[in-house]
């Protein structure tokens, strides 16, 4: 910290209080036209805050010190993570502030991003990640004395809304339950994989989980969930903490598990080369029997939509949500389970969609 040893003096020419300091060979100058002692402190708190900031001497610039911050997020964040943060900082942020000196940079000028992105016609969620991605990078620009600069206020547009999400609606899900055929090479066969698009609606598993499934994890009438495959082929622990959880199967998906098990072989629960191979799969099966075409992942959405019923608290067990999670807002528009009462009620929901059919 250095130390101020002079104090502002009037320009008259001017009409403000002027004081110059210097820090590690930077001399600095610093204004207030406020007349009077007034002006004049104000100034000389100006000149102190800069010496007492410890910010180092070179403003540098955004693109120069974002390749710096994003080697620490590939060192600490999967591979998945990394290319989403890639992608949202080479298309929406650099372009817009990767001249700017880290000293210059204004909230206005990262809420700019956000506004832009937000009339772009960016989801909500997408524009969550932004404003996570350069507070994250201003975080790390304060720890390393580059910037005091704290984006508190940055926000996303109260009119931003969620991605719309499809589910599968009742006719289809009976369609799902009732036929087991998809076409290969223009003719009628079994679908290999029918278990796991109907264990994945019973339970509400993420695409990645459904892939990383083990014998291993069935135990009893028990389901543990401690592993996933992400799109890149890599195994992990799963999208976040809440990810690892056990539930309790419902009759329905403990029947389906048992009908895979007769047919599978191996350690893989479903024998799933990977989550691109398991939903082209699942289109396939889709169009041939002319149920609306949904994604992978929004067969778990399905899920949500049929369990809503049940208490927020044991729905978020379920699929592996934190507490603070909007499960019904993000995923209800349209199991850790605890025991075996909520597995039942789950079950009573499906049975009573599907039986709606007969």
Not at 17 to 28: H, T
Not at 36 to 49: L, P, S
Not at 233 to 254: C, I, M, W
């Amino acid at each position: 910290m250095s130390k101020r040893t002079n104090t502002a003096v009037w320009e008259e020419k001017y009409q403000r209080w002027r004081i110059a300091v210097q820090k590690d060979g930077v001399r600095k100058q610093f204004y207030s036209s406020t007349p009077g002692r007034t002006g004049q402190r104000e100034a000389n708190a100006k000149a102190d805050r800069w010496l007492d900031d410890g910010i180092g001497v070179k403003a540098r610039r955004v693109e120069d010190l974002y390749q710096e911050w994003y080697a620490t997020v590939v060192k600490t964040t999967g591979t998945g993570n990394q290319r989403n943060v890639e992608s949202r900082w080479r298309t929406r942020i650099l372009p817009a502030i990767g001249r700017k000196r880290i000293t210059s940079l204004t909230e206005q000028d990262l809420q700019d991003v956000v506004n832009d992105a937000y009339s772009d016609g960016l989801a909500k969620k997408s524009l969550q990640s932004l404003c996570a991605d350069m507070r994250a990078f201003c975080k790390w620009c304060r720890a390393k004395k580059l910037t005091t600069f704290h984006p508190e206020g940055l926000h996303v547009p109260a009119g931003a809304r969620p991605k719309g999400k499809k589910v599968l609606q009742p006719d289809a899900l009976i369609t799902l339950f009732r036929v087991d055929t998809t076409l290969y090479r223009g003719k009628r066969v079994h679908d290999d994989f029918i278990h796991a698009y109907r264990f994945q609606v019973l339970t509400g598993l993420r695409p990645g989980e459904l892939v990383g499934l083990r014998w291993a994890d069935v135990k009893g009438g028990t389901v543990f969930i401690s592993r996933a495959v992400n799109v890149l082929g890599e195994q992990t622990r799963g999208k976040n903490d809440n990810a690892v959880r056990a539930f309790v199967l419902s009759d329905l998906a403990r029947a389906v598990l048992e009908q895979q098990r007769v047919t599978g072989a191996g350690e893989s629960v479903f024998c799933l080369k990977s989550e691109a191979y398991y939903y082209k799969r699942w289109q396939v099966y889709c169009r041939v029997n002319e149920i609306p075409p949904v994604s992978a992942y929004e067969m778990r959405h399905t899920f949500v939509s049929v369990a809503k019923k049940l208490p927020a608290g044991e729905v978020k067990d379920l699929v592996g949500h934190s507490e603070d999670m909007d499960t019904f807002g993000v995923y209800g528009h349209a199991l850790t389970g605890e025991d075996t009462e909520t597995a039942q009620a789950v079950n009573g929901m499906f049975l009573k969609l599907l039986h709606a059919g007969k």
